[in-house]
Structures are given as structure tokens and as C-alpha cells.
T-cell receptor, first 114, second 114 residues
């Protein structure tokens, strides 16, 4: 079965650079979530989109932005990177109306800021 | 305040022993409940979920969890642990409040002794 695809899987950037992470949800899923998981931490919700519109916002820094495109894929743009942005970034997707409202996670994108 | 608590940060069990990981939530109404497992450097894999019906749910890899409304708990169990079960386990809730934002517990790291 198709899963959530994230790219790149690994990314190394220097401080103050910009990074873009991409997420391709499971086909027919209309909602995308972004989570950030720091070393030894639990996943923290950043932002979500439903039908290409932002549906909820969590602890996303102002330096970050995200959007969902017409094909439902989503991109997380991170600017002025800081060392503390080094983390595993998860994308997840959900199909509205699925019993239990389960979200399915991608494998994550490792961002290392040096 | 709404919260998800996993009281045990680390648990160590011997291979073949039984396992129970605790999860308590604090919400006005019963949320949707999930358990995810994360192996080192990997994404989050759904083990099982509860949203209605039978309070004992079966998941993958021989795991089960029991929802107890009176205790606001959703503990994960496995009768006989295998060495490959060593991982981090996250309890997550989805409040039934109209915002589909998953909240994760802080995780329990399981170590399995041979």
C-alpha cells in the first residue's frame, strides 16, 4: 500500500540557510500535518492543511512557512536556520471520514543544521 | 489542561516477559486513542487505535491495548516481548473537538534484555 513519502530523507544545512522539505500524502488523503521531533523529544505539531487551506497551527516558528498544493503535496520552508532547528521532521496525512481519523506518518526528513 | 501522560520514560524487560506501557489522558470527552512505535532513526508506525466499540483492541506485532474510561487510560500490553520490540513507544490522542491535531505523550523507551 502507498505510504506518505517525504523528501529529502536527510539534509544538512548551515546556519542562516534555507531548507525546503516535501511531503506527498497517501492518495485520496486530504489533510497533511507537519511535526517536528527534536532529539529525545516527542513529536511536536507544527501546522496542518485541509484541502489546501491551513487548518491548524502549532508551535511553528515565524521563520517557517508551509503550503499545500493542488495535487495535495505539501512543502515546509524553513529560513534563517538555527542550530536548534536540527530535528526529524515528520509529515503525516489523513483521509477525512476514515473511521478513527488515523493519521499515517512518513519516514521523516532529518535536518541537521551546522 | 488537556494532556497525555506516559509515566514511564524507560522500561527494561527480559525477552519473553510480559509488557505493559501506561498512558493516561486528560480531556473532557473520550478522545481517539493511538499507540505508535518508533525504532531508532525510523518513522512512526501505528500499532493500534481505539475510537469506539470494544475497549480491548488488537494491533500489529502481537500488541493489544485496553481503554478504561474510568481511569482515563489506554495501556499497551504484550504477553511475550521479543528483542525486536526494543523501540520508543508513543501514546497519542486526537481530541474530539473539531481540530484534528494529534497530541503525543513524551514516549516510553523500551529496552529488551536477552
Amino acid at each position: 500500500a502507498a505510504g506518505v513519502i517525504q523528501s529529502p530523507r536527510h539534509l544538512i544545512k548551515e546556519k542562516r540557510e534555507t531548507a525546503t522539505l516535501k511531503c506527498y500524502p497517501i492518495p485520496r488523503h486530504d489533510t497533511v500535518y507537519w511535526y517536528q521531533q527534536g532529539p529525545g523529544q516527542d513529536p511536536q505539531f507544527l501546522i496542518s492543511f485541509y484541502e489546501k487551506m491551513q487548518s491548524d497551527k502549532g508551535s511553528i516558528p515565524d521563520r517557517f512557512s508551509a503550503q499545500q498544493f493542488s495535487d495535495y503535496h505539501s512543502e515546509l520552508n524553513m529560513s534563517s536556520l538555527e542550530l536548534g532547528d536540527s530535528a526529524l521532521y515528520f509529515c503525516a496525512s489523513r483521509e477525512t471520514g476514515e473511521p478513527g481519523n488515523t493519521i499515517y506518518f512518513g519516514e521523516g526528513s532529518w535536518l541537521t543544521v551546522v | 489542561a488537556q494532556s497525555v501522560t506516559q509515566p514511564d520514560i524507560h522500561i527494561t524487560v527480559s525477552e519473553g516477559a510480559s509488557l505493559e506501557l501506561r498512558c493516561n489522558y486528560s480531556y473532557g470527552a473520550t478522545p481517539y486513542l493511538f499507540w505508535y512505535v518508533q525504532s531508532p532513526g525510523q518513522g512512526l508506525q501505528l500499532l493500534l487505535k481505539y475510537f469506539s466499540g470494544d475497549t480491548l483492541v488488537q494491533g500489529i506485532k502481537g500488541f493489544e491495548a485496553e481503554f478504561k474510561r474510568s481511569q482515563s487510560s489506554f495501556n499497551l500490553r504484550k504477553p511475550s516481548v521479543h528483542w525486536s520490540d526494543a523501540a520508543e513507544y508513543f501514546c497519542a490522542v486526537l481530541p474530539i473537538s473539531g481540530t484534528y491535531k494529534y497530541i503525543f505523550g513524551t514516549g516510553t523507551r523500551l529496552k529488551v534484555l536477552a
